[in-house]
């Protein structure tokens, strides 16, 4: 019910905005796009702060541009629990992502990019699940750039490895970015995410709005879990380097 109403609304949005060609000036430091992809020789700081059910999350990530097509990052992830002694650090990541089509190599003007990576478990107390020492994920994201927006979507598989508990999980997730005025965007996106075990089973309806200045934007978003009724607040900071 959710995610039909979530489509019905990106329909009517999309209806607004121009569905011409995106150029390359308009998303050359538009960090927040779904399908942005670092030049050669770029380097993109991420810098979250979410807060959620009495947990504040600190994440820091770097990207660099290896060249048109392929990007490598490094993510550090820490929490703070206020009302427990959920503290320290939850995970840190290697990933990357290749673009297998630009939207020149083909007549519908679709992005198609693999994403694959890494991520180490910090101390068992905070990290989800807590025995995951070690997540390996691989997935696809496609979709495409206009003038006034961006849709795209994203299919992403984890895996777990452990003798006993071992999991996987897979996330489904649709997203839609609107490029408002030159400095104002608008994004939404809908994380559905379905797992070996149903107690790690998510669905997740987020919002963000992006202001820019030059080769920064400031973002402040709203996420809400359905499985779980947790509303989630966050604040990032991009610079493009």
Not at 195 to 214: M, S
Request: charged share 20%; aromatic share 16%.
């Amino acid at each position: 019910m959710f995610f039909k109403k979530f489509l019905v609304v990106i329909a009517v949005v999309c209806a607004a905005v121009s569905l011409r060609p995106a150029h390359a000036d308009i998303i050359q430091y538009d960090t927040s796009d779904p399908l942005y992809m670092l030049g050669a020789g770029d380097v993109l700081s991420e810098s979250t702060v979410t807060y959620s059910d009495s947990i504040l999350r600190l994440a820091q990530a770097g990207s660099y541009g290896i060249n048109d097509r392929l990007t490598a990052g490094l993510y550090l992830h820490y929490q703070n629990d206020f009302a427990g002694d959920e503290d320290g650090f939850s995970s840190f990541d290697i990933g990357g992502k290749y673009r297998l089509a630009q939207a020149a190599d083909n007549n519908y003007h679709i992005i198609t990019d693999v994403l694959f990576g890494l991520k180490l478990g910090g101390s068992s107390h905070v990290r989800t699940p807590w025995f995951a020492d070690s997540t390996y994920y691989a997935g696809l994201r496609f979709g495409r750039q206009f003038a006034g927006m961006t849709l795209s979507g994203t299919i992403k598989s984890s895996w777990i490895f452990d003798d006993a508990r071992g999991m996987s999980y897979i996330d489904f997730i649709p997203a839609a970015y609107f490029r408002i005025t030159p400095d104002w965007r608008l994004g939404a996106d809908f994380d559905w995410r379905k797992a070996t075990n149903p107690d790690y089973d998510r669905e997740w309806l987020n919002f963000k709005i992006i202001r820019q200045y030059g080769r920064t934007q400031y973002i402040g978003g709203l996420g809400y879990e359905f499985e779980e009724s947790e509303l989630e607040a966050s604040f990032k900071l991009n610079i493009l380097f």
